[in-house]
Each structure stands twice: as structure tokens, then as C-alpha cells.
């Protein structure tokens, strides 16, 4: 294995053992940075893919609580 592919593998069995998976979507990133900023895990203008991510992530872990 080459080490990106040791690097991915750490981190699938990290996100394992914490008992999480990782998806692979297909968004508008615009829409999905409206929904975002809209229902304030976004702050507007800030659309880049990372805070998208991270945004998304902070969005999903509250509406999986209710």
C-alpha cells in the first residue's frame, strides 16, 4: 500500500471504532450552502467545500438528536 492509501485505511478503521461512516453525496453546493446558511450552521458567504463539510456535519449531528 502506498501511504495515502495506509492514510485512508486509518481513518476508515478510526471512523469504525468511533462507531461512524463516511458517505459519499451528490449536493448543489449552492443549494445546500442556501440550506445551510438559512438554518444557521453556515454563516452566509461562506461556501468554500470544507466549511460546507463541516457545516453539513454540525447540521446532520443536531437533526439526527430530534
Same mark, same amino acid.
Given at each position: 500500500?502506498?501511504?495515502?492509501?495506509?492514510?485512508?485505511?486509518?481513518?476508515?478503521?478510526? #471512523?469504525?471504532? /468511533?462507531? &461512524?461512516?463516511? #458517505?459519499?453525496?451528490?449536493? !448543489? +453546493?449552492? %443549494? #445546500?450552502?442556501? &440550506?445551510?446558511?438559512?438554518?444557521?450552521? &453556515? +454563516? +452566509?458567504?461562506? !461556501? !468554500?467545500?470544507?466549511? #460546507?463539510?463541516?457545516? &453539513? %456535519?454540525?447540521?446532520?449531528?443536531?437533526? /439526527?438528536?430530534?
Amino acid at each position: 500500500m502506498t501511504a495515502s492509501s495506509n492514510e485512508r485505511v486509518k481513518r476508515h478503521r478510526a #471512523l469504525q471504532r /468511533a462507531g &461512524l461512516i463516511a #458517505l459519499t453525496i451528490r449536493v !448543489d +453546493p449552492v %443549494e #445546500l450552502a442556501h &440550506l445551510l446558511a438559512e438554518t444557521g450552521f &453556515l +454563516p +452566509p458567504g461562506n !461556501d !468554500d467545500r470544507p466549511a #460546507l463539510a463541516s457545516a &453539513l %456535519e454540525r447540521a446532520i449531528a443536531v437533526w /439526527a438528536r430530534t
